[in-house]
């Protein structure tokens, strides 16, 4: 076995899974190169079963990614469900670090940390999928020299991923999967040919983040500006990233938001606040009320109708916050994949 030389990293959501096997069966053979797969899952997902199912696609060998193993050629790696997958110079990190767009693994992660280690050797691609997960890591693998392949939106289940990569820079390729294997056969033979690159310092930066827990809050600094907004996951001030005309954010400790993303993760944090302040204004009311009746069997009229009025008050603010806790139930549901 030898070191992979140039890498192909994939990026799936809602919709994906499906088109996995098909990609892996046009695989063209003999030319140095792994594959490494994102595909957003539940954390109870088994991972084995997904392992089967792509084997049976391809000679490659399909394998979960383990900690530490160097990336070889003719080698799938797929993510482990609620485990980062980074490239660190020629070697797999496994991370269960902050979340990057609400996703552990993260496809944004993934790409990033791949630009950052085989610079423009690198294959990046994106399937079905919602939302915007993948687009900032392609935007890297651009930067640096890589080629950029996106399934065609017109025949993605889900084309919300494919669309964000589109809007953000302009791919190499926009094709059906079953045309990925030429696509792929072609883009090896253009990287093989090229010579290294100087990485960007911001894309080796935030390569960096995946590596750790935490970084220092300088260097989030030289990413971007501090903004007005908190990290809704920690509380911890936001800084603002703009790439290609396009925002993102992330704190120091290191949770990263598209602008899309962090509107559903602010959504999800206010409601919850607001269950939170309902549940305690129940509880004081109710306290109070049982007061008031403890009070008025003793024949402490006045202290018990004090007690009660409190209580009725807060009955009629539960009952406005009630209402406008309902009101956002009505709401479209955030989409997740």
């Keep these: 076995m030898e ?13 994906g899974s499906s088109l996995l096997p098909q990609l892996l069966a046009q695989l063209p053979k003999g ?41 070889m050629a003719d080698h ?58 993948g687009a900032s890591g392609m ?7 890589g080629v950029c392949i996106v ?35 072609q883009a090896i033979a253009r990287l093989s040919k090229k010579r290294k690159v100087k990485i960007p310092d911001d894309i080796l930066r935030e390569a960096r983040i995946g590596e750790r827990v935490s970084l220092g809050i300088e260097q989030v600094e030289d990413l971007g500006k501090v903004s007005a907004l908190s990290c809704p996951d920690c509380g911890g001030a936001l800084w603002e990233i703009k790439e290609n005309g396009h925002r993102r954010f992330r704190c120091h400790v290191g949770h990263a938001f598209s ?10 944090s206010t409601e919850s606040s607001l269950w939170v302040a309902l549940r305690m204004i129940d509880e004081r009311k109710n306290l109070l009320k049982r007061l008031g009746e403890r009070e008025s069997q003793k024949g402490n009229n006045r202290i018990s109708a004090d007690y009660l009025r409190q209580s009725k008050e807060l009955e009629s603010h539960a009952k406005k916050l009630k209402q406008i806790l309902f009101a956002l139930e009505k709401k479209p549901a955030s989409r997740n994949t």
């Design 3 to 15: 070191k992979a030389r140039i890498v192909l990293v994939v990026g799936a959501s809602a919709g």
């Design 76 to 133: 799938i790696y797929i993510a482990r469900p609620d485990r980062h997958l980074l490239i660190s110079k020629d070697r797999i990190l496994l991370g269960q670090g902050p979340r990057e767009n609400r996703y552990r693994p993260s496809i944004n992660m993934l790409f990033r940390s791949a630009a950052a280690s085989f610079g423009p050797r690198v294959i990046g691609v994106i399937l079905s999928g919602l939302l915007e997960d």
């Design 151 to 185: 399934q065609d939106p017109e025949e993605a289940l889900y084309p919300d991923m494919p669309n964000a990569v589109r809007s953000i820079l302009k791919p190499d390729y926009v094709l059906p999967v079953s045309e990925m294997g030429d696509a792929v056969k």
């Design 259 to 268: 602008e899309e993303s962090l509107i559903d993760a602010v959504n999800a």
């Design 139 to 145: 935007y890297a693998i651009k930067r640096v020299g």
């Design 31 to 71: 030319y140095s190169f792994s594959v490494l797969i994102v595909l957003h899952l539940s954390r109870n997902t088994i991972g084995e079963l997904l392992l089967q199912r792509l084997q049976r696609s391809t000679p490659w060998k399909c394998q979960i990614a383990r900690n530490g193993e160097t990336v």
